[in-house]
């Protein structure tokens, strides 16, 4: 596997996600933009967070597959989230773990940014994926 995830000794713990990854592929594949749509462009989990977390990343698997690639070679995640409050870490979370079995995702998520925004591009969309993995 071209990815190793870890934390090193002496970073904050615990946390859902690693801090770090090395990577030693040669091939970079960056998946963006993905949501709660169906590829209809049909909206999913209106109003839920949760829900809408776990679609966009069921969206973000099927573009890595794409690409040849799964979360085992995800090297980074970016997470944009409208209006971001920490209440929301749980029914963000609960979103993550709706999909972490059926993805691949594991106990933790590879090193991971949560990014608070005003709005995202259309008024229904609350959270929007970014990935990049890094294959032989």
Same mark, same amino acid.
């Given at each position: 596997?071209?990815?190793?995830?870890? $934390?090193?000794?002496?970073?904050?713990?615990? $946390?859902?996600?690693?801090?770090?990854?090395?990577?030693?592929? $040669?091939?970079?594949?960056?998946?963006?933009?993905?949501?709660?749509?169906?590829?209809?462009?049909?909206?999913?989990?209106?109003?839920?967070?949760?829900?809408?977390?776990?679609?966009?990343?069921?969206?973000?698997?099927?573009?890595?597959?794409?690409?040849?690639?799964?979360?085992?070679?995800?090297?980074?995640?970016?997470?944009?989230?409208?209006?971001?409050?920490?209440?929301?870490?749980?029914?963000?979370?609960?979103?993550?773990?709706?999909?972490?079995?059926?993805?691949?995702?594991?106990?933790?998520?590879?090193?991971?940014?949560?990014?608070?925004?005003?709005?995202?591009?259309?008024?229904?969309?609350?959270?929007?994926?970014?990935? $990049?993995?890094?294959?032989?």
């Amino acid at each position: 596997m071209p990815v190793h995830l870890f $934390t090193p000794a002496g970073m904050l713990q615990p $946390t859902p996600y690693h801090h770090v990854a090395v990577a030693t592929g $040669t091939r970079h594949v960056y998946v963006s933009g993905q949501i709660a749509r169906t590829p209809d462009g049909d909206r999913v989990a209106p109003g839920d967070l949760a829900g809408q977390v776990a679609h966009a990343l069921r969206n973000t698997a099927t573009g890595l597959a794409g690409a040849g690639a799964t979360f085992d070679d995800v090297v980074r995640l970016t997470f944009y989230v409208v209006r971001w409050t920490p209440e929301k870490i749980d029914a963000f979370m609960a979103g993550v773990g709706e999909v972490a079995g059926e993805l691949g995702l594991g106990d933790r998520l590879p090193p991971a940014s949560l990014i608070g925004v005003d709005c995202l591009f259309e008024p229904d969309v609350l959270v929007e994926v970014e990935a $990049t993995a890094v294959l032989d």
